[in-house]
């Protein structure tokens, strides 16, 4: 199909970001827009990980958009209850005929004469002044680097696309990594097996620091509470929001602070576990914090079942029926799930981005590492605001409020482009590069540097280029309003100032 459609703004990605973005366009009047997704629907993260257990890490009324509330079953949602929340507020915002499902965006290009971004997809061509970028920090699978994983002959899918078609009764199971999704399935993967006669093995290279989870349903008088009495869910949100803000200054000043948050993960290990070998073998060996710290009460329980083996050996190689490990143990398995994280200090959509000087981000990046000014908007590609996108991450509170921040901040863009009638905004390497300094600067005082630990908040020189190194108030703040003097601005022809 060769269809060329011309609109004012395309947002590539349907998850919280992109839905964000369409609503906050919309309430200002600019209707002229499309959101295209390479999936069947909107829910981002959300719609592709419905792997068994899958839950959010924040509390319900923290991970939802300020300005849409809900009435959450639980304190932590699990999956489908976010899912359904994105679907409610994306049918309710009456924006949804302007989302183009199954539509990837193959590759976006400047086109510094028009002042316009051209948008490629097997479904036809999009053309634009604005080009938003909500294609998720963490949505591309990344699957290990080990010698013979495709010759393996049995069943196998990576946590984020879970083959439900998969009967894992009486099954031996393998888990690849000890990361957020992977401590969330081995509890589910555990009770299933044990009640039809299976066994699971899990694969861990580092052991992580988990706190317990005060996971509970609310009762039917909370819920009610929440919906009728005027104020209190934006009140509760207001409280949890500062308990999680009060982890920052443990990150990202001092590590010491976070001695009681460390004695509490020890204890949740102690708890959870009787055997004194494997106590040692989940107590982690690096700072509190400087990989992401879970939450889970029954991943210690479930390692610790009759049915479940820790393997702590390096894996050598995969074979047609099994993971050998480099103490030449061969363990026979049917299903091998690998819950081995994502791309996210490559973000796989850099390579298809082409700026002004027709190379593209990825190119950038190559040389600059990947790194955007106040995370959002990049030099020589104007007009390009990026969501979740370098150095935005949180290890300790929602990422909503980070996407919203930006969202404001776009809106801001805007709002000076339409009273200035400019054609294209970019950020100066002066203000980009000063803003990078001073972010890396501070980044050396963090736990994610200081803690000695290897974690995917680093790319392949050790330089954190995902993490956010200080409060999110700060974030926001600083993203409150467009700066004009940080950027080239470039006017309209024949625009009068
Ligand atoms: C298992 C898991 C658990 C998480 N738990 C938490 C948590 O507890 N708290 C928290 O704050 N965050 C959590 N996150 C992070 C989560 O990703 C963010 O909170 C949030 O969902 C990000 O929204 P997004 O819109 O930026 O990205 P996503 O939700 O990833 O959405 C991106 C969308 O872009 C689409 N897309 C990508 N490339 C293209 C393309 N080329 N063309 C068209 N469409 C494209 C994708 O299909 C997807 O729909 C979790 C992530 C995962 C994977």
């Not at 004012?8 to 209707?31: P, S």
């Not at 002044?129 to 080990?146: D, K, M, V």
């Not at 039917?220 to 200054?249: C, D, I, M, N, S």
């Not at 470039?490 to 100032?497: C, K």
């Amino acid at each position: 199909m060769s269809r060329q459609v011309d609109v004012d703004h395309i947002v590539v990605g349907a998850g919280f970001g992109g839905l964000c973005t369409a609503i906050k366009l919309q309430e200002d009047g600019e209707t002229d827009f499309v959101v295209l997704e390479k999936g069947p629907d909107v829910g981002g993260t959300w719609r592709d990980n419905t792997y068994p257990g899958a839950t959010c890490d924040v509390p319900s009324q923290l991970y939802s958009y300020s300005f849409a509330s809900y009435d959450w079953p639980s304190s932590y949602s699990p999956q489908p209850d976010i899912q359904a929340y994105i679907k409610q507020v994306a049918e309710e915002s009456g924006t949804l005929d302007r989302f183009v499902f199954d539509t990837p965006a193959q590759d976006a290009s400047w086109d510094d004469e028009a002042q316009r971004w051209t948008v490629r997809t097997p479904n036809g061509t999009w053309t634009s002044r604005t080009l938003t970028i909500a294609a998720g920090g963490l949505s591309e699978p990344r699957l290990p680097e080990i010698e013979g994983l495709e010759t393996f002959q049995g069943e196998i899918f990576h946590s984020a696309r879970w083959d439900h078609d998969v009967d894992l009764s009486g099954k031996r199971v393998a888990v690849i990594g000890t990361g957020a999704s992977a401590i969330q399935i081995v509890p589910e993967l555990q009770q299933t097996l044990a009640a039809t006669g299976g066994h699971l093995d899990v694969y861990q290279r580092t052991a992580p620091w988990i706190i317990p989870r005060n996971d509970r349903p609310y009762s039917r008088l909370e819920r009610a509470a929440l919906r009728r009495v005027p104020g209190l869910q934006k009140l509760y949100r207001t409280g949890l929001y500062w308990a999680h803000e009060a982890y920052v200054p443990a990150f990202t000043i001092e590590p010491r602070i976070a001695a009681p948050a460390r004695k509490v993960a020890l204890a949740n290990i102690k708890k959870g576990i009787k055997d004194p070998e494997l106590r040692k073998k989940v107590t982690p060996t690096f700072g509190f914090g400087c990989k992401r710290v879970l939450r889970s009460n029954t991943y210690y329980p479930a390692l610790d079942a009759d049915n479940t083996e820790l393997v702590t050996d390096p894996i050598a190689k995969i074979t047609g029926n099994a993971i050998v490990t480099a103490d030449g143990t061969e363990r026979e398995i049917d299903v091998l799930v690998v819950a081995t994280g994502f791309y996210t200090t490559e973000l796989p959509v850099a390579e298809h981005v082409t700026g002004r000087s027709g190379r593209t981000l990825a190119d950038r990046w190559r040389e600059t590492g990947m790194a955007a000014y106040k995370g959002t908007t990049v030099p020589e590609f104007p007009n390009l605001f990026m969501l979740v996108g370098p150095n935005t991450g949180q290890g300790h509170t929602s990422m909503i409020f980070i996407i919203e921040a930006q969202v404001a901040y776009l809106r801001d863009a805007l709002r000076r482009m339409r009273s200035e009638r400019l054609s294209s905004i970019e950020p100066t390497e002066e203000a980009t590069s000063a803003f990078n300094r001073s972010l890396q600067r501070r980044m050396r005082r963090t736990v994610w540097t200081t803690g000695g630990c290897d974690s995917w908040y680093l790319d392949a020189h050790g330089r954190n280029t995902t993490l956010w190194p200080r409060s999110t108030v700060d974030f926001r703040r600083r993203l409150a309003s467009y700066d004009a003097d940080a950027y080239r601005e470039t006017r309209l022809e024949g625009a009068a100032r």
